[in-house]
């Protein structure tokens, strides 16, 4: 058996619209390019869940931040990572609907996640695993053990699809087959069995 393991951000989804950063800061009367700074600064923690989304936000904004401006924050936060990748979500289509054994593994906060699985794409995987919900991040060795732990599965087994080069190698290193994502037409083509477009 082998299990097909994709990334979120990146690779199901686009990237996170510097639009849609922007009008997070603006929405609480941040500066732009520090609200940016502070959002990647502290992110690894918070996708870890070493920081609530109260500690995670206020450490963003450099003050605390009122209930009101977390939970918009969030909504916000999950929105602006909802954009999906056409050509990578049809690929995913494909491969369910031809009985493929997919998971989804990625860095994300226990309420991103939460919104990322109402999302219908997404709510089509079977097995979803966030760093948040898992107290581990990519590429830590350990996340990618769990994985494979939570799936049943050897890791020799598995083929990790991620578009950042240490994740991919976090993969190999823990024995799975990493596949490092740059477009759709090349994934399709990286994965056996699969129709090309």
């Known amino acids: 058996m082998t299990w097909i393991v994709f990334d979120y951000g990146g690779v199901l989804s686009l990237p996170q619209p510097e639009s849609d950063a922007d009008a997070m800061a603006r929405a609480v009367g941040a500066e732009p390019e520090q609200f940016k700074r502070g959002y990647w600064e502290h ?13 995670y936000w206020s450490a963003v904004l450099g003050r605390p931040a009122a209930q009101k401006e977390v939970a918009r924050l969030v909504a916000m936060d999950v929105a602006s990572w909802a954009y ?3 050509g990578t979500v049809t690929l995913l289509g494909e491969l369910l609907e031809m009985g493929c054994d997919v998971a989804l593994l990625s860095n994300a906060p226990v309420c991103v996640g939460d919104g ?3 999302l219908p794409w997404i709510a089509a995987i079977g097995h979803r695993f966030y760093s948040g919900r898992m107290g581990l991040v990519k590429p830590d060795r350990e996340i990618y053990e769990e994985l494979a732990r939570g799936l049943g599965a050897d890791p020799a087994e598995i083929v990790f699809i991620d578009d950042r080069q240490e ?9 799975m087959t990493g596949v490092r994502f740059t477009d759709a037409a090349a994934l399709r083509a990286a994965l056996p069995g699969v129709p090309r477009a």
């Not at 994740?167 to 024995?175: F, M, P, Q, T």
Request: hydrophobic share 30%; aromatic share 4%.
């Open 84 to 86: 999906p990748n056409r």
């Open 167 to 175: 994740n991919v190698e976090g993969a190999e290193r823990a024995g």
């Open 43 to 55: 992110r690894l923690e918070f996708d870890r869940a070493s920081l609530t989304p109260h500690a």
């Open 116 to 118: 990322l699985d109402e």
